[in-house]
T-cell receptor
Framework: GAGVSQSPRYKVAKRGQDVALRCDPISGHVSLFWYQQALGQGPEFLTYFQNEAQLDKSGLPSDRFFAERPEGSVSTLKIQRTQQEDSAVYLC??????????????FGDGTRLSIL | AQTVTQSQPEMSVQEAETVTLSCTYDTSESDYYLFWYKQPPSRQMILVIRQEAYKQQNATENRFSVNFQKAAKSFSLKISDSQLGDAAMYFCAYRSAYNFNKFYFGSGTKLNVKP
């Protein structure tokens, strides 16, 4: 696709429910990143994939958060037993190469998650 | 971990004038990359400009330029001839050349452009 696509754009869930957020990166992009952006804050790193391998999950706040990218393209971020503090915008980004720290990340529009 | 600080939560500029957004960062690394991203209400983060730490020359992209002071760990963004479409949140970001899995973002500066 032309850009990074995320769905749904908005998600409202009751506390305790499980949610799944989808990211469709730019075609051919090897690297995929998830970020959590609280209201009025900058994005914070959650996890990183290189193809289907999850190489860094150090930013996941708890074991309720789980991400996968089974075929090296589409990725899903799952949050189990949601809590109110999980309310945030979840951003996905992809970039074209594994090497080259100067390669910019291309971001999606994010999913705004609200936990009631 | 590296930290990125944006000390101006909000700024305003008159259309056609120039504004400078500040950013400082803390790192012990010698090689890294710095970025400015723009986030309009649509939420999509858009790359504005980037700077390699090993380059002394300040990066420029049309109306956008940076003042990179490596010793002072400062990376400010100058927007010339401000336009209404420049109104957005602006985030400064740091990326290590050694562990480039992560971007470290500042807390952002909201830029208002007055007609």
């Amino acid at each position: 696709g032309a850009g990074v696509s995320q769905s749904p754009r908005y998600k409202v869930a009751k506390r305790g429910q499980d949610v799944a957020l989808r990211c469709d990166p730019i075609s051919g992009h090897v690297s995929l990143f998830w970020y959590q952006q609280a209201l009025g804050q900058g994005p914070e790193f959650l996890t990183y994939f290189q193809n289907e391998a999850q190489l860094d999950k150090s930013g996941l706040p708890s074991d309720r958060f789980f991400a996968e990218r089974p075929e090296g393209s589409v990725s899903t971020l799952k949050i189990q037993r949601t809590q109110q503090e999980d309310s945030a915008v979840y951003l996905c980004a992809s970039s074209s190469r594994t090497g080259g720290a100067n390669q910019p990340q291309h971001f999606g529009d994010g999913t705004r998650l609200s936990i009631l | 971990a590296q930290t990125v600080t944006q000390s101006q939560p909000e700024m305003s500029v008159q259309e056609a004038e120039t504004v400078t957004l500040s950013c400082t960062y803390d790192t012990s690394e010698s090689d890294y990359y710095l970025f400015w991203y723009k986030q309009p209400p649509s939420r999509q983060m858009i790359l504005v400009i980037r700077q390699e730490a090993y380059k002394q020359q300040n990066a420029t992209e049309n109306r956008f330029s940076v003042n990179f002071q490596k010793a002072a760990k400062s990376f400010s963004l100058k927007i010339s001839d401000s336009q209404l479409g420049d109104a957005a949140m602006y985030f400064c970001a740091y990326r290590s050349a050694y562990n480039f899995n992560k971007f470290y973002f500042g807390s952002g500066t909201k830029l208002n452009v007055k007609p």
